[in-house]
């Protein structure tokens, strides 16, 4: 069965330092692949997706950025992280070779920015 | 654009009620549904998904009606138990596909 992997669980990070996420699937290959933010009591903003290695699609533009540098694995990065920034970050799989596929989350990292 | 709203905020049924969690869409063209359940400091979890050719569909306790005269979709959960007290979002694939709207979610809270 497929499974997927978000760390760390829990991140305390200072205004202005780096940031990298990284998220793992197992079980399957070729699989898109996404990043979303979720605020306190709001819904899902799309952050990234990627179809295969190397290609990212970007919604929002900010400070945030990322990268598929194997096909199962998936990173969240900025260079210097903003008061905003803080949330909950969601990756999450579906099966690549039809788009009416669910998709299924990790666990997230909870993020805060002090 | 293609938004997707959900009617109610909060909902809250007594154990053993069934519960209906009410979702719109306005892109008419939308043809795959999910519905996802999210606990407290959890990711969203799977439920049940319907596509666009189906008017119901049913699985363990809950099931999913789809309106496309009025672009409405809803999640009816059987018998709702303590453990179902939980976020529900509903979620409408883009027409430009891979991705997905979501709605911002109904609270159900479920008292003995």
């Known amino acids: 069965s497929q499974t997927i992997h978000q760390w760390p669980a829990t991140l305390v990070q200072p205004v202005g330092s780096p940031l990298s996420l990284e998220c793992t699937v197992e079980g399957t290959s070729n699989p898109n692949l996404y990043w979303y933010r979720q605020a306190a009591g709001r819904g899902l903003q799309l952050l990234f997706y990627?179809?295969?290695?190397?290609?990212i699609s970007s919604e929002v533009p900010q400070n945030l950025s990322a990268s598929r540098p194997q096909d199962r694995q998936f990173i969240l990065s900025s260079k210097k992280l903003l008061l905003s920034d803080s949330g909950f970050y969601l990756c999450?799989?579906?099966?690549?070779?039809?788009?009416?596929?669910?998709?299924?989350f990790g666990d997230g990292t909870r993020l805060s920015i002090l | 654009g293609e938004s997707v709203g959900l009617h109610l905020p909060t909902l809250s049924v007594q154990e053993g009620d069934n519960s209906i969690i009410n979702c719109a869409y306005s892109n008419s063209a939308s043809d795959y549904f999910i519905w996802y359940k999210q606990e407290s400091g959890k990711g969203p979890q799977f439920i049940i998904d319907i596509r666009s050719n189906m008017d119901k569909r049913q699985g363990q306790r809950v099931t999913v009606l789809l309106n496309k005269t009025v672009k409405h979709l809803s999640l009816q959960i059987a018998a709702t138990q303590p453990g179902d007290s939980a976020v529900y979002f509903c979620?409408?694939?883009?027409?430009?596909?891979?991705?997905?709207?979501f709605g911002k979610g109904t609270s159900l809270l479920v008292t003995p």
């Open positions: 999450a799989w579906a099966g690549g070779a039809f788009t009416d596929q669910p998709q299924h």
């Open positions: 979620a409408v694939l883009r027409n430009s596909g891979y991705a997905l709207n």
């Open positions: 990627s179809v295969g290695i190397g290609q």
